[in-house]
């Protein structure tokens, strides 16, 4: 069954989008067919019928190419630097902690609210949301807004009560 969010982003969409995508990933990269069928798993024959556009990767196959290859202009262009949050909710985990350091947000994302020291923004393509702090690194990301919004406050007034001691 297909995963769908609110915003319509599924598995399908996804795969669809990196599958169409791949003959150029593999281009920028300057692999042959065969060393990117080897490493994202798939067969040469199959990867030539993904490069044709007769089939797609299937979404197991386009996350982990998406995942391997997250610094790949191409992938860039499509996802910006939120290739794992975007997996993680299309997979089904609705809100996670981050741990990562972000590029800030400037072209994928658009800021809603904003706090003496974090931003929530949301993602341009799957409409979910983040919370970044100053220093640009994920405190939380999810699908419904509200809770977002009440997490930036929670999370808000966490810091400064820590900063008040």
Do not use: P
Not at 78 to 99: H, P, T
Not at 115 to 121: E, G, N, R, V, W
Request: glycine share 6%.
């Amino acid at each position: 069954m297909d995963r769908v969010n609110e915003q319509g982003f599924s598995r399908e969409i996804f795969d669809k989008m990196v599958s169409d995508k791949l003959r150029l990933i593999r281009a920028e990269l300057d692999l042959t067919q065969d060393k990117m069928s080897e490493t994202i798993g798939i067969s040469k024959k199959t990867l030539v019928q993904v490069e044709k556009g007769r089939q797609t990767l299937g979404f197991t196959a386009s996350a982990l190419t998406a995942v391997l290859f997250r610094k790949s202009e191409i992938v860039e262009s499509m996802f910006g630097d939120s290739v794992l949050e975007i997996l993680d909710l299309i997979a089904g985990k609705r809100q996670s902690k981050g741990w990562y350091k972000t590029m800030g947000g400037k072209v994928w994302w658009t800021e809603l609210e904003r706090t003496d020291h974090f931003s929530l923004q949301k993602h341009v393509l799957t409409g979910h949301c983040r919370i970044i702090d100053d220093d640009k690194f994920l405190h939380y990301y999810s699908m419904d807004l509200a809770e977002a919004q009440k997490r930036l406050q929670e999370l808000e007034q966490a810091d400064t009560e820590q900063q008040g001691l």
